[in-house]
């Protein structure tokens, strides 16, 4: 079984920045597909970032050059830094984890039904 908590949620401004971690239990990081997700009032859930293995990352379109996702494997925990923050960022993120060692692009799935493991999540708010 893998855990998986996140934290650095919080409120910012507009242009403002926010780094998330998800620490990772149960299994070493370095054997995961690990991503990022978010979920708007409202909406489904979305994938942001996943990252692979060997540390290979993909982005969805409405976030590439702005956020940059990583993971220290020493720490077993995963990294989302988001700058530039627009309020359409605002939302629930969540990580999850694919038991998976992997590399390549279609290691890095954005859907959120190929992710078996999951956080709880965290609240990004981003205000005008």
């Known amino acids: 079984q893998v855990q998986l908590v996140e934290s650095g949620g919080g409120s910012v401004q507009a242009g403002g920045s926010l780094r998330l971690s998800c620490a990772a239990s149960?299994?070493?990081?370095?054997?995961?597909?690990v991503g990022w997700f978010r979920q708007a009032p409202g909406k489904g859930r979305e994938g942001v970032a996943v990252?692979?293995?060997?540390?290979?990352?993909s982005y969805a379109d409405s976030v590439k050059g702005r956020f940059t996702v990583s993971k220290d494997n020493a720490k077993n925990t995963l990294y989302l830094q988001m700058n530039s923050l627009k309020p359409e960022d605002t939302g629930q993120y969540y990580c999850?984890?694919?038991?998976?060692?992997?590399?390549?692009?279609?290691?890095?799935?954005?859907?959120?039904?190929?992710?078996?493991?999951w956080g709880q999540g965290t609240q990004v708010t981003v205000s005008s």
């Open positions: 999850a984890a694919i038991v998976r060692y992997c590399d390549g692009p279609w290691c890095r799935p954005l859907r959120e039904d190929e992710y078996p493991y």
């Open positions: 149960g299994y070493i990081i370095s054997r995961l597909v």
């Open positions: 990252i692979d293995s060997v540390g290979t990352a």
